[in-house]
């Protein structure tokens, strides 16, 4: 059996109305300190989101979704958050906030492959396919 290393989760919401905690999981972060990884990934199903939240603008949540994948990746583009190690980094992508990109609790599990965890992690919490 391979190595299993703690990693830690949350999921990423688009809350276009925060003031109604309404929201749609687009995509996860991903933390595990042991394998040196960090990654946020989204799928954003822009009919789904139109659907749900008339009016909403897309384009302005594609550049928020990018700064949270930029700044999780150490993109040297992506400001001074982006440069702290991989634990601030995930800390801040992490905290409770009053914006229209949020994410959730962080939750902890183990896993050999922490990759192979944001992908299981996006089909059950994004597309809702669980394994």
């Known amino acids: 059996m391979p ?3 703690l990693f830690e989760y949350a999921v990423i919401r688009v809350v276009p109305r925060v003031e109604r905690e309404e ?6 972060i991903v933390y595990c ?9 989204y799928l ?7 659907a749900a939240f008339p009016g909403v603008d897309i384009p302005l949540i594609q550049r928020y979704l990018d700064a949270f994948v930029a700044i999780a ?5 992506a400001g001074p958050i982006a440069q ?19 994410s959730s ?5 183990l896993c050999s492959d922490p990759l192979q965890q944001v992908q299981r992690l996006l089909k059950e919490f994004v597309l809702g396919n669980e394994e």
């Open 3 to 5: 190595e299993q290393h």
């Open 23 to 28: 929201f749609l999981n687009v995509g996860v």
């Open 33 to 41: 300190r042991d394998r040196r990884f960090l990654q946020a990934v």
């Open 44 to 50: 954003l199903n822009e009919e789904q989101l139109i």
């Open 73 to 77: 990746a150490a993109d040297k583009n």
């Open 84 to 102: 702290l190690d991989a634990a601030s980094r995930f800390r801040w992508l992490t905290a409770t906030r009053s914006t229209i990109i949020q």
């Open 105 to 109: 609790k962080v939750h902890p599990g």
